[in-house]
């Protein structure tokens, strides 16, 4: 049994497509760090913010000290009591809400490279502000016959070819590259750049490789063409972790009632305390102990006579 969560900003903002999380493990750590198995790329959003474990056949979420709280179904967790958790359970932690759902077999787990792209992403298509716009990625020429020349990488799932060819995507017209020397995939975990069976090889650093997952600042050597990779998410998203936490002002939650698909905790109703009018400036609790008291001696009186008559 694996789980899934679907992520989107509390402000409404869907990611295009569908952003998912899927897992098959037992504990799964939510927060900003790291070491998050769930990165979620706000300072609204602690380090390690809150935590999904599997004890017996349940799920439980349980806040792990966070700053702002988590909210399960819009009740806010108190302390580190965790709460059983059911299919389709929403849960809300800084400026993300993200949906749960119970799955029984998960068939890609998540990986590092998987969980680190996903918060790059998340970072480039939900925006809580305008200056928070982000570049995509791209690969700038900086030595060889196309210097200057820049490719922008679309969102995954994409593929682009690197050579002199026609149809490729950026134009590398190195006599040493074959028409389509290279190709450039993105995909669920990342960047891929692939040598397509040519010579030269590709190096990047001091390696010679025939293909490699782009990290921010790579550079890559194909015969005389130097390539730089450079990704503004993954600067972001380096530069958002030791920072501090972000309070937020407790608001109103942002589960509207039609949306938790999930029976809230039943509690104890709370008894008001009743006003009673004070007809004539007579006090009612008074008229009320008198009426009871005089059928009270009514009924004395009626089982006196009774018992006369027997």
Not at 70 to 87: S, V
Not at 165 to 189: K, M, N, R, Y
Request: proline share 7%.
């Amino acid at each position: 049994m694996g789980v899934r969560l679907a992520v989107r900003s509390r402000a409404g903002q869907k990611v295009p497509g569908e952003l998912e999380f899927a897992f098959d493990q037992s504990r799964i750590v939510i927060g900003r760090g790291g070491a998050a198995d769930i990165c979620l790329p706000h300072r609204t959003v602690s380090e390690a913010h809150a935590t999904v474990q599997l004890r017996g056949d349940d799920w439980w979420l349980a806040d792990t000290g966070s700053t702002n709280g988590t909210k399960l179904n819009g009740q806010r967790l108190i302390g580190d009591r965790a709460r059983k958790l059911r299919d389709a359970d929403l849960v809300e932690l800084g400026a993300y809400l993200l949906s749960f759902h119970v799955v029984p077999l998960v068939i890609e787990p998540m990986s590092a490279e998987r969980t680190a792209e996903l918060a790059r992403r998340l970072l480039r298509e939900t925006h809580f502000a305008p200056a928070e716009r982000l570049a995509a990625p791209r690969l700038c020429v900086l030595t060889g016959p196309a210097t200057g020349t820049t490719l922008e990488i679309p969102a995954a799932p994409c593929r682009l070819l690197l050579g002199h060819a026609e149809s490729a995507q950026l134009s590398l017209p190195d006599p040493g590259l074959a028409a389509e020397h290279a190709e450039v995939i993105h995909d669920l975990d990342g960047i891929l750049i692939r040598n397509l069976g040519h010579q030269p090889g590709m190096v990047v650093g001091e390696h010679v490789v025939q293909s490699r997952r782009l990290r921010d600042g790579d550079e890559v050597l194909i015969g005389s063409t130097r390539l730089l990779f450079e990704d503004p998410a993954q600067a972001s998203l380096d530069a958002l972790r030791g920072e501090p936490d972000l309070p937020v002002v407790d608001q109103p939650s942002s589960v509207e009632a039609t949306e938790v698909l999930a029976p809230p905790e039943l509690h104890a109703p709370t008894l008001a305390p009743v006003s009673r009018a004070k007809p004539g400036g007579v006090d009612a609790d008074m008229m009320i102990y008198a009426l009871a008291a005089a059928v009270l001696v009514m009924s004395v009186l009626g089982l006196v006579l009774l018992l006369r008559a027997h």
